[in-house]
Structure formats: C-alpha cells, structure tokens
Nanobody, 125 residues
Framework: VQLQASGGGLVQAGGSLRLSCAAA????????VAWFRQVPGKEREFVSA????????YYSQSVKGRFTITRDNAKNTVYLQMNSLKPEDTAVYYC???????????????????WGQGTLVTVSS
C-alpha cells in the first residue's frame, strides 16, 4: 500500500487544518489507519487511529476533543480534522496503515506496516 499524506501548512494558533491520507496500489478498506507526528529530536508520537470499518477511533490525550479522524473508503482516504491548533501541535505528521488486531496495537508505531512520507504542520503563536 502506498500512502500519500497531504494538507499540512502554516496556521495560526486556534486555527484548523485537515490532513488527508490517500492510498494507491491497494484498497485501504481492510486496514486500520493511524496518524503519528514527530518533532526533530523527539520520538514519534501517536495522534489518532481509526479501525478498518471506521467504527472505532482512538486519540491521544493531547488531541482528544480537538482532532477528529474519519475515513471514506469509497475514496480510499483517511482524514484528520485538526481544530483549535496549538503551537505544540507543530510537527511532521505521518499516516500509517496496517491490519490491527488488538486495541493496544493501534497506539504502537511498530505495528504499522505501511507509511506515508509525512506532511509538515506549523502552528504559530
């Protein structure tokens, strides 16, 4: 599965962005998809994930209530709507896909087999 992340950019604190993760080469419909983010010099951090059906979603405490993950399997795309952005949300955001079988595995970057190239989100104060 080839993943393409897009939608990053520069936004002021309090603003919104919507990231997209589009798949090519294979359908995403049987894969869980997650977003992770990374700041240079820091470890990659889980942000959000969605089950293959879209019936279950997961969020880190730092983004819960501000970010929403959805998927459109007809378009082979997963979205991350980011509202009320804060400067600490600044990072490169990566989407990842895999078949996930346990709840705890949604949060682990090592469980994801396919990764997109990342899109930079910069939130200015």
């Amino acid at each position: 599965v080839q993943l393409q992340a897009s939608g990053g950019g520069l936004v002021q604190a309090g603003g919104s962005l919507r990231l997209s993760c589009a798949a090519a080469g294979r359908t995403l419909t049987t894969y869980a998809v997650a977003w992770f983010r990374q700041v240079p010099g820091k470890e990659r951090e889980f942000v959000s994930a969605i089950s293959w059906s879209g019936s279950r979603t997961y969020y880190s405490q730092s983004v819960k209530g501000r970010f929403t993950i959805t998927r459109d399997n007809a378009k082979n795309t997963v979205y991350l709507q980011m509202n009320s952005l804060k400067p600490e949300d600044t990072a490169v955001y990566y989407c990842a896909a895999s078949r996930i079988y346990t709840e705890t595995d949604y949060y682990r970057d090592t469980e994801y087999a396919y990764w997109g190239q990342g899109t930079l989100v910069t939130v200015s104060s």
